[in-house]
């Protein structure tokens, strides 16, 4: 399974940002422990991290003709007002899985709502960087371990990917 991670506004200065709310990892470190997670499972990840909200629609809309099978994502703040963002999971064919890393519905009442939530697959919030780990499992379950292209071994066999 091929996987798309997105990190939202003020995820890159993880380490400094309140880390009593985020901890004290960088953002690098956060992808060092998803990417060994990934490893573990088969799962190939690409991370991303990006203040525009723009950027964020585009890597969405792009997301299945780069060929990933699902997206893992945090949109930061952007998960309690953005209308634009809630479209363009909706509009995709991808699952989406939102993940957050402190846990939005014990924290300040704008925070407990996310516009973005109904329109993903599920949330996941509260875990610090486990919760990037549990929505790549909960992709992997949703896509059942679809593979884009079946190993060398099959292919020269002739054998047809297998189906979900
Ligand atoms: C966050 C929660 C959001 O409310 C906040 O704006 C963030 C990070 C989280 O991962 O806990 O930027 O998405």
Redesign the pocket.
Known sequence: MNALVLH????NLLGR?EPH??GALTLSEVDRLIRAHARLRGIRIESRQSNVEGQHIDWLQRAEGEGFDGVVF???????YSIALRDAVAAIAVPVVE??????HA?EPF?RESVIAAAARGQI??FGPD?YCLGLDALLALTRGVRTKPPLSRRRRGARTPRS
């Open positions: 939202g506004p003020n995820l940002r709310i985020y945090n949109p930061g703040a952007f998960t309690h993940v957050h890393l402190s846990n939005i924290r925070r919030s509260g919760s």
